[in-house]
């Protein structure tokens, strides 16, 4: 490192606790005075709340709301939390089970006629262990970078925050829906409000001048598709130098294809112009400088922009309006290590701009050392949020983009010999994918593995999944850099020496965030220098109704009025049932006038609501949305929650009540983070949840500053003080989560790879995960060697792997192929034999008659805990089966004698398996699903939420893919292959046919196309080659960005399989190098 590079870096630190408190404080939080100034210059004060119920006349003037009676529709009380966005087949359902379960135990107080305060009792939260690091005072607020051997970090203090048996107030909402509140309050109304109505028509007026601004031409997007017509054309007259031997036999094959693929992307195809050739020219010219460079010189990075050519910075202006790379992000893009291909960890806070180093190092990986490169993301809709923000430059910059969510992705990959892939995968999937490029002997094409919200290590089985991948990159390829990013680190040494990777930390955020707590009356800043912790900062201002004071305790309306409708908010619920309360009580009580902000807007996003439910939809969100206001939690189908996150980000929507899931890697910051309460569920929050609640505030680019207030309860005063001043919780391996089926999994791919297969082989290599570096402290009674020795043998005992002697009289170990089978299918080992025998017993008497046998068979077995059957309806749907549905069930062990008990409410206690019976209960779901393609009917006729029911069929599609590969180790299950790959089709996409085509493109879900079908957009080369003007005036309510986005993720899946065809041509076409001559 040179000594001027050094003098740039200056002091690393790790913790994102200490912020700079010197900027200009928030227009939105008056300066510290004993009484409230009605005077703020800023314009979110107008809608301030001045609640007095004398006013007869404002009483006259504006009229409430009120809910109407069907706002307790069963549809809207999920009670279940699976959010059901990831890949997990282990179902990591801790937390989210906590949450059903207090959800579960609330449910009879929300049926009460009475309003009560619902007491939330928690567990004990003292295993709260926060193990701190004594840092070093970090005077200037920089950066730096430590070395993982760098020792000087390591103190470690404890601090302990046992609290037994606290009970947490969560407040009166959480019953508001009921009918006896259903009386006149317009007496209870906001002053302020009266102020919005005047405003009105100012606000209406801007907006709508907004919104009509001129659209801007799209241009550039058409010539691609031409471009990647000629390069078809163009490979395939290459092949003929290639293979000219063969050419005459080929030639209708390869007029076949090319006929079909040039065919597909024909709808327009305009001429590729000069200028576009001549920038391509350009482009190209760019790359191989710098290339050369890059191969010239190790440490010096000369290229236009970071390497790569300056059309790249061109693109993230164009895309995503960034013009400058903060200085942070220089920075880090310069390290030495970067520079170096070294291993890396990167923290910074909440909304820093973590993702755009890590794009731009994926590009200088995929243009400048034309390898492929991996991204793996926590979520399947972050992965397709990410497909389609990155296809535009997937296609200006000549790289394929491959998604790896759900039941999608290929293993191995398709070998593309002309461009790089750029894979973008959640957790399971990317580990799917690693082991099948080990097996295939390509993983060292993937020059660089980044993974997002590294902290995931820490999480259950996913964290072990993804300790696992990392870990087998790390053995099995040398030349593979790996870089991890988080804004959520504690103990990240440990890190660091599991990925032998270098550290970069900074605390910069480009919106200052003011931390407040609300007290009673009075809100309280946040500043831990204070002894207290809590400086007082102002007195809220609100006067509330005797009602009103019953009904909104906590003044949430005081205090979301401060901020709606100009500003947004987020306010983060305990409980999902919470958020739709407080979204309803909150309606309850605004004026009118509200409704009139956006309106238009509003309605069509109801409509499309509507639309996407085929008719149905939810009363709260009925309610609530003309107002601005909207709940976001897993009980939402995914396409109401994407309708639902775009409208907020458009600010048609002004505020979100929602649960902690939204904190996690969704993109949807607010002026204003409102944390309801100091709970999740029934546990007091940890450090890196409040963390990541209260970083959404502050939009880069959009505020200029953004503030959270934690609603607390006298009671948690004290814990709350600890919670806004200790260090951020450790991130500890999960490879013995869950009775060590972690390590289980790993031990057992690590033999079927043939990375280790003997003992100490075994050993040395789980000597090198992020458990062995954590392992005193998490499993000090046991040393690695007796921990993975047992681990062996459960594996021999489950039949999963066996002993053999090796030729120096050793033991070598192999896999059985039920072994192969299990980890090949990524299937979860406690399920393992029970998939074999179901299978095994189906290939006696698979009935083919009708679906739902084969849906049996891939119903996912972790929902089933998640799920119990209502008996009644279970009978009725077993009557309504056909006799061969009939006998097909008794076969799998469902008799329709048992049912029949069941409705009658005899309790039974023998005979037949629970886990079969209500497995098949789910099929049962599915089955109606497949039939009645709508979620709404299926989930009413099921009596189960809608979230639900959508996320079953997710699991189920992941799950059928899993089989898929699970059947193809074991020949007898051949047969099984062809209907499960089939069967996967139909559970991912679970609508009519036609719509497939545009649901194959990442982001479009149901509601969108349909109404691209109906608008005349049928095939994928429509889409492709669709104008993004044409796209944004005909269908209701897309926006540019979202047109521009959509279609440019048409052309690159359209590139993608076309480029998948030639390479297959390609492959076919080669003349052997080994033909006998
Ligand atoms: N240099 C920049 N100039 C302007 N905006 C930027 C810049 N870098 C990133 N952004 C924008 O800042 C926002 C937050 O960035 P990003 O999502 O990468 O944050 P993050 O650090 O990953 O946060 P999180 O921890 O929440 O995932 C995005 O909208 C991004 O486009
Ligand atoms: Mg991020």
Not at 355 to 361: F, K, P, Q, R, Y
Not at 414 to 421: D, F, T, V, Y
Not at 427 to 451: D, F, P, Q, T
Not at 1028 to 1051: D, E, F, G, H, W
Request: charged share 25%; proline share 3%.
């Amino acid at each position: 490192m040179s000594s001027e590079f050094e003098s740039e870096l200056r002091v690393k630190r790790v913790s994102v606790r200490k912020r700079s408190r010197d900027g200009k404080s928030s227009c939105l939080t008056p300066v510290k005075k004993k009484t409230c100034s009605p005077s703020h210059s800023c314009e979110a004060a107008m809608y301030k709340v001045q609640l007095h119920h004398h006013d007869t006349e404002w009483r006259e003037k504006n009229e409430t709301t009120e809910l109407s009676p069907d706002m307790q529709d069963k549809e809207c009380h999920s009670d279940d939390d699976l959010f059901g966005d990831y890949d997990s087949l282990a179902n990591e359902s801790s937390f989210l089970a906590k949450l059903d379960d207090v959800e579960h135990n609330f449910a009879p107080a929300c049926s009460s006629p009475y309003l009560e305060t619902v007491k939330h009792g928690y567990a004990n939260n003292g295993n709260t262990v926060a193990e701190m690091r004594n840092l070093e005072a970090h005077s200037d607020g920089k950066h730096k970078v430590k070395c993982p051997d760098t020792e000087d970090f390591t103190v470690l203090k404890t601090v302990n925050c046992r609290d037994d048996t606290k009970s947490c107030h969560v407040g009166n909402a959480d019953s508001i829906l009921i009918s006896d509140l259903m009386d006149d309050f317009s007496d209870d109304l906001p002053s302020s409000q009266l102020m919005l109505q005047q405003e009105n028509k100012t606000v209406t007026k801007q907006t709508s001048s907004e919104q009509s601004g001129p659209l801007n031409p799209f241009r550039g997007e058409m010539s691609s598709v031409k471009e990647d017509e000629d390069l078809i054309r163009h490979s395939l007259n290459s092949v003929t130098h290639l293979a000219e031997p063969v050419l005459n036999r080929r030639r209708s094959l390869k007029d076949h294809l090319k006929s079909t693929m040039t065919g597909n992307a024909r709808a327009q195809s305009p001429q590729v112009s000069r200028a576009k050739q001549q920038k391509d020219a350009v482009v190209t010219k760019e790359i191989n400088l710098a290339v050369k460079t890059i191969e010239s010189t190790s440490d010096v990075d000369l290229g236009p922009f970071f390497g790569l050519p300056s059309k790249v910075k061109e693109l993230f202006q164009k895309h995503r309006g960034i013009k400058e790379l903060y200085e942070w992000q220089r920075t880090c893009l310069t390290l030495e290590s970067v520079q170096q291909r070294k291993n890396l960890i990167y923290s910074l806070p909440t909304s820093g701009g973590k993702t755009l180093v890590a794009e731009i190092l994926i590009l200088r990986e995929l243009l400048c050392r034309k390898k492929d490169a991996l991204f793996i993301l926590p979520y399947v809709a972050i992965v397709q949020e990410k497909v389609r923000g990155l296809a535009s430059f997937g296609l200006e910059l000549d790289f394929i983009i491959e998604e790896y969510a759900g039941s999608k992705g290929k293993y191995p990959p398709i070998k593309r010999r002309l461009k790089n892939s750029l894979f973008i995968a959640t957790i399971e999937k990317g580990h799917s994918l690693v082991n099948s490029l080990i097996e295939a002997n390509r993983l060292e094409n993937v020059g660089l593995i980044v993974v997002d919200e590294l902290h995931m290590l820490g999480e259950g089985s996913r964290g072990a999944i993804l300790e696992i991948t990392l870990a087998k990159v790390l053995f099995a390829s040398k030349t593979t850099q790996i870089i991890g990013m988080s804004a959520t680190l504690n103990n990240v040494g440990d890190l660091q020496k599991f990925l032998k990777a270098e550290n970069y930390s900074s605390d910069f955020r480009p919106v200052q965030l003011k931390e407040y707590v609300k007290l009673s009356d009075c809100i309280y800043e946040v500043d831990c220098k204070e002894e207290d912790c809590f400086k007082f900062s102002r007195p809220l201002s609100f006067k509330y109704s005797s009602n009103m004071k019953k009904m909104d305790p906590d003044h949430l309306i005081a205090l979301v009025t401060e901020v709606i409708p100009m500003h947004s908010c987020l306010m983060f619920c305990p409980t999902k049932k919470n958020c739709e309360n407080v979204a309803g009580m909150i309606c309850k009580y605004l004026n009118k006038c509200f409704i009139q902000h956006r309106e238009k807007e509003k309605t069509d996003l109801l409509d499309e609501i509507r639309s996407a439910g085929n008719g149905s939809i939810c009363s709260v969100l009925k309610q609530t949305i003309p107002f601005g206001i909207a709940y976001h939690h897993s009980g939402l189908t995914n396409d109401e929650r994407k309708l639902i996150e775009e409208a907020y980000s458009a600010g048609v929507l002004c505020l979100l009540t929602c649960t902690s899931t939204l904190a996690a890697g969704v993109n949807l910051p607010a002026r204003r983070v409102i944390l309801r309460s100091p709970y999740v569920a029934t546990e007091f929050l940890k450090r890196n949840q409040y963390k990541q609640m209260v970083g959404r505030a502050g939009r880069a680019g959009i505020d200029t500053s953004g503030e959270s207030i934690l609603i607390l309860q006298e009671k948690d005063k004290l814990l709350a003080k600890a919670l806004v001043s200790r260090p951020l919780e450790n991130c500890y391996s999960n490879l013995m989560h869950d009775n060590r089926k972690g390590l289980q999994n790993l031990i057992l791919s690590l033999i079927g790879l043939n990375i280790s297969r003997t003992p100490a082989d075994i050993h040395e290599f789980v000597s090198c995960t992020l458990f062995s570096v954590q392992q005193e402290h998490l499993s000090s009674e046991k040393n690695l060697w007796d921990i993975t020795m047992e681990t062996v043998s459960f594996l021999t005992e489950k039949g999963l792997i066996m002993s053999t002697a090796g030729s120096h009289g050793d033991t070598v170990l192999e896999v059985t192929k039920l072994g192969r089978a299990t980890y090949k299918g990524s299937i979860d080992l406690s399920y393992c034999d029970v998939l074999y025998s179901d299978l095994k017993r189906g290939l006696g008497g698979l009935v083919l008659d009708s679906i739902l046998h084969l849906i049996y068979l891939v119903t996912p077995y972790d929902m089933v805990a998640h799920c119990k059957p209502d008996w009644m309806i279970y009978f009725r749907q077993f009557t309504q089966l056909t006799a061969v549905e009939q006998n097909m069930a008794s076969m799998v062990g469902v008799p329709e004698s048992y049912i029949a008990k069941k409705a009658s409410g005899q309790s039974l206690k023998k005979g037949v398996d629970s886990l079969t019976v209500n497995r098949f209960y789910l099929a049962f779901v599915l089955f109606a699903l497949l039939k009645e393609t709508n979620v709404w009917v299926v989930a009413d006729k099921f009596n189960l939420a809608r979230g639900f029911v959508q996320s079953l069929l997710g699991s189920s599609s992941a799950f059928c893919s899993c089989v898929v590969h699970f059947t193809e180790e074991l020949e007898e299950f051949w047969a099984y292959r062809a209907l499960f790959i089939e069967l996967t089709k139909r559970l991912t996409y679970c609508v009519k046919a036609e719509l497939i085509p545009l649901m194959e493109v990442a982001g479009i879900l149901e509601a969108r196309a349909k109404q691209l079908y109906c608008a005349g957009y049928k095939t994928l080369a429509h889409l492709a080659n669709a104008d993004p003007n044409v796209l944004t005036k005909t269908i209701q309510n897309m926006s540019k960005r979202q047109a521009n986005q959509m279609v440019a993720s048409a052309k690159m899946l359209l590139t993608e399989k076309a480029e998948a065809l030639q390479e297959e041509v390609d492959e076919l076409l080669t003349f052997p190098s080994d033909l006998p001559s």
